[in-house]
T-cell receptor
Framework: NAGVTQTPKFQVLKTGQSMTLQCAQDMNHNSMYWYRQDPGMGLRLIYYSASEGTTDKGEVPNGYNVSRLNKREFSLRLESAAPSQTSVYFC???????????FGSGTRLTVV | DQQVKQNSPSLSVQEGRISILNCDYTNSMFDYFLWYKKYPAEGPTFLISISSIKDKNEDGRFTVFLNKSAKHLSLHIVPSQPGDSAVYFCAAYSNYQLIWGAGTKLIIKP
């Protein structure tokens, strides 16, 4: 039972580089989410996809784009990485409108 | 403006004793409250939840209490075990979104 799989687990980028964080879930969940976690702060929602074909901004969407490729996959793209985007990124999924989320193990991103 | 607050960054408890983690919120429209547990290098995992229409929910060693008038909830762990050492996040659910507290690091001392 893989649950939610995120790749890569670690990444170092130079300022201005771009990259895509991948997320896939095998639980047939409708909703998927991208969060970032910074020291001393709770998880902050970047973008979410309530269902296949829809995406919406969360609390901190600036500097990011997302693609809901199909029901299983939800990717997060940084077009021009900045040091302020150094963080741990978590992908999660849930039943439509469900509050119990299943999280991936995270991607630790450092932008230098 | 933090809608969900966990004012204790860390808490140290003796093994076998009760651990009490606290959470305050500001928005009376929240429908559900949840506690998640997080180990290092892992994603958060769901622990226990409570509906806004209840004041207590129990699951084994874990009990969550909700005081709506005070906009306060707490998680009780009895008895505390070494495997309970983790970061605990309180979260509130409304309009298809979870709003998270900053987390409390629980350390269980042997």
């Amino acid at each position: 039972n893989a649950g939610v799989t995120q790749t890569p687990k670690f990444q170092v980028l130079k300022t201005g580089q771009s990259m895509t964080l991948q997320c896939a879930q095998d639980m047939n969940h409708n909703s998927m989410y991208w969060y970032r976690q910074d020291p001393g702060m709770g998880l902050r929602l970047i973008y979410y996809s309530a269902s296949e074909g829809t995406t919406d901004k969360g609390e901190v969407p600036n500097g990011y784009n997302v693609s809901r490729l199909n029901k299983r996959e939800f990717s997060l793209r940084l077009e021009s990485a900045a040091p302020s985007q150094t963080s741990v990124y978590f992908c999660a999924s849930s039943e439509a409108g469900g509050a119990g989320y299943t999280f991936g193990s995270g991607t630790r991103l450092t932008v230098v | 403006d933090q809608q969900v607050k966990q004012n204790s960054p860390s808490l140290s408890v003796q093994e076998g004793r009760i651990s009490i983690l606290n959470c305050d919120y500001t928005n009376s429209m929240f429908d559900y409250f949840l506690w998640y547990k997080k180990y290092p290098a892992e994603g958060p995992t769901f622990l226990i939840s409570i509906s806004s229409i209840k004041d207590k929910n129990e699951d084994g060693r874990f009990t969550v209490f909700l005081n709506k008038s005070a906009k306060h909830l707490s998680l009780h762990i009895v008895p505390s075990q070494p495997g309970d050492s983790a970061v605990y996040f309180c979260a509130a659910y409304s309009n298809y979104q979870l709003i998270w507290g900053a987390g409390t690091k629980l350390i269980i001392k042997p």
